[in-house]
């Protein structure tokens, strides 16, 4: 389902292709914590993309010179880079994250700190709850009618936090909130391309669940064409849940994945985009969901012109697989549990 596109072909859409996109809706979209390692790259991506006629960078620091850099590449989406106060790019007074969200029909989150080696996702908890809460209560007051794409860790606790917060002020849309969970599908595509020896392009691994540690299940079985050992699986499965981990010790503090979770975040925006547009997409994501007795969970959803149109299935699991479901379902309830009470207690 994901193409796997360069960031080379980003750039050089097929001209019909361009012609087409030019055409639909031109939208606004908001990046919360574009001056980071994730939302650098991910608003240059954005820049690139021509379903977007104007990227709001938003940053408690640095969005100024991000949009200023960005302004220069010459795609047509106009680029803001604003501030909580005075120091925007272009200087047009004080500006905040109001502007930055005025009319954004998708806004991507990825501010908050990321792990340092030894952490958790659910150690980050302390600090990025406050920050999605403040942007999230920016969310209810200046776009509401935005489809939320929360990359910001533990997403299994920030999205939880997200609802909570938008219900409390009356606007909480099902259809509009979502963990961004692409990275772990497009880990996966990668692992299992490799092991089969074809392009990565060429594979789509449905991924379910929540998106930290065992609460990701790759579901290798639905993969046609891929048939590992026993022990092949299992060190397939456990290095798709904490490959996450590798780029945490290879950065040895300096942070974690952020070029290969900017494209992965790149690429769930443009299927939001798609769909508001009136395609009709599919992708996983976390959101709002009925499949299981956890309130939020991950799986392929149906995207379209209302944000999530569909909670589809995520079919028949191996044995293999409905053993990690089933050790998997009180950690994500748990960590649902812990974003709902971070607001409500
Ligand atoms: P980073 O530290 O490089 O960047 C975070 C940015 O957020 C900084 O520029 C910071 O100034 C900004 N920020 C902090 N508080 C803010 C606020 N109140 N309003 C607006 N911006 C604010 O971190 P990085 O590497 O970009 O990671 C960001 C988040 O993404 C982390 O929580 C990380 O765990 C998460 N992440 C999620 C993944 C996923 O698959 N969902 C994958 C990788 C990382």
């Known amino acids: 389902m994901f193409t796997a596109r360069s960031l080379a072909s980003v750039a050089s859409y097929s001209s019909a292709s361009v012609a087409r996109q030019m055409s639909s809706a031109s939208k606004k979209v908001a990046v919360l914590g574009a001056a980071g390692g994730i939302g650098q790259p991910l608003s240059m991506l954005l820049k690139l993309s021509p379903a977007i006629g104007e990227l709001a960078c938003y940053d408690i620091v640095g969005t100024p010179g991000v949009a200023a850099d960005l302004s220069h590449i010459p795609t047509r989406a106009r680029v803001s880079g604003c501030l909580p106060a005075a120091g925007a790019w272009p200087p ?39 920050i999605v809460k403040t942007l999230i209560q920016g969310v209810a007051e200046f776009c509401p009618e935005a489809v939320i794409a929360i990359i910001s860790n533990p997403v299994n606790s ?16 099902p259809r509009k909130l979502c963990g961004v969970t692409t990275f ?16 990565p392009a060429s594979v789509d691994v449905t991924v379910i669940g929540g998106h930290a540690g065992i609460t990701i299940l790759p579901l290798y079985s639905q993969l046609e064409g ?38 992965a975040g ?21 959101v709002q969901s009925d499949l299981t007795d956890c309130k939020y969970f991950a799986s392929p959803c149906e995207f379209g012109p209302n944000g999530v149109e569909k909670v589809l ?11 990690w479901f ?10 649902i549990k812990k974003g709902e009470d971070f607001v409500n207690a």
């Open 92 to 130: 047009r007074g004080n500006e905040g994250l109001g502007e930055a969200l005025t009319g954004a029909d998708v806004v991507v989150i990825p501010a908050g700190v990321p792990r340092k080696p030894g952490m958790t996702r659910d150690d980050l908890f302390n600090t990025n709850a406050g």
């Open 158 to 173: 920030t999205v939880p936090i997200a609802a909570e917060i938008l219900k409390q002020k009356g606007v909480y849309n």
């Open 184 to 199: 772990d599908v497009i880990r996966a595509n990668t692992f299992a391309a490799a092991h089969m020896g074809v392009d």
């Open 226 to 263: 891929f048939a590992p050992s026993d022990a092949e699986r299992e060190a397939i499965t456990v290095r798709t849940q904490f490959g996450g981990d590798e780029v945490v010790q290879a950065k040895a503090g300096s942070g974690s994945a952020t070029l290969s979770m900017a494209y």
């Open 266 to 286: 790149y690429l769930f925006t443009e299927k939001v985009l798609q769909g508001l547009n009136g395609e009709k997409v599919t992708q996983c994501a976390y």
């Open 313 to 323: 299935g995520y079919g028949t699991l191996s044995a293999y697989e409905q053993a």
């Open 326 to 335: 089933d050790k998997m379902i009180p950690d994500l309830q748990k960590q």
